[in-house]
């Protein structure tokens, strides 16, 4: 554009039409420029019309298009301007229409442990005036560990890469999937000095991973409690005692508790624990498929084999195991249908899970 063309003033008002623009914190004030620019009566714009009508003719065409660069320019600046101010009215707006200063203040939320974890943490307190401290091991275990050691044989089915995950980098290495694996550890460690000790109890709560698709019902990764007790000349009876004992003090004086045989290859005899369904008191409902029992424990008598092969002579030594599904006993004593709710940790089905006081 030719300056000379154009009167100072206009250079001037050119000049300064960036911090103008910069000038305007509100859209009144971005309005008021927009009038000094580009309005309709008496702005920059329609002065440099009235000069374009007075032009001598040979400069027409050339003022003409100065004219017109300067007001697509202005008009340009204008509008993303008025963009901006809009979205911060906008944002404004929307912060302040959302406070309420006849609401109550927004209590903070109380952090609580996790239902499971409250579980896991009443069977301990159950346990531990029977004299049973808790035991850990880890979830990335040995296959002689998860399975050697507990008596499962080779063509087991729950030793193929189907069910149990293994890992690729590691040979022999899995992630446990029972917390059975921990006897092995704890009565490896405790051998040596086992006369001393007079024997040993554990608890051994923790997590454990399997292959299987998530449903209502099922998770690839879930939480056990393992027990143990050895000792001398220990039996069913004990057995039976222990948890009869520990499921009144789960479900209540009232819990009733039968015993089925069934086989685990780390026990003989084995058998599957069950307590009268706690929610419809044995008439049969959906949790306990009519039947008026759930199943709550695999457990048994400590298997000669596991003994041996921790170091421990099974003339001289015995002991009862079992194995508690969390998740399973949770979804009971709080009447949850679907699993995979203990695990969104969705804060509004938490704080109904009083149940698991
Ligand atoms: N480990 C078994 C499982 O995951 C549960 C179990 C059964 C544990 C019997 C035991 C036991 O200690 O004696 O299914």
Known sequence: MDPNLLPPEILDAERGFPQALEACTDLDALMRVKGLYTGRDDS?????????????????RALGAAINGLKNLWEEGLKARQGELETARRQANSLATSWDPDLPPPLPTRGALHPLNRLMDR???IFRPLGYHVEEGPEAESEANNFDGLNIPED????????????????????????????????????????????????????VYRKDEIDPT???????????????DIGMQHLKGTLAYAMKALFGPGADVRFRPSYFPFVEPGCEVDVRCPLCGGSGCRVCKGSGWVEILGAGLIHPNVLTFAGLDPKIWSGFAFGMGVERTAMMVSQTPDLRLFFENDQRFLMTMGGLD
């Not at 920059?44 to 027409?60: D, F, G, N, T, Y």
């Not at 099922?218 to 001398?232: D, K």
């Open 44 to 60: 920059h714009a329609v002065r440099m019309m009235e000069l374009l009508k007075v032009a001598p003719k040979e400069q027409k």
């Open 123 to 125: 069977l301990i307190d």
């Open 156 to 207: 087991h089915p729950a030793r193929g890469s189907a069910d149990t995950f293994y890992f690729s980098a590691h040979k022999g290495r899995l992630l446990r999937t029972h917390t059975s694996p921990v006897q092995v550890r704890v009565l490896q460690r405790v051998a040596p000095d086992i006369e001393r000790l007079g024997g040993i109890r554990f608890l051994a709560p923790g997590r």
């Open 218 to 232: 099922h998770s690839p990764m879930f939480h056990q409690v393992e027990g143990m007790l050895v000792g001398h």
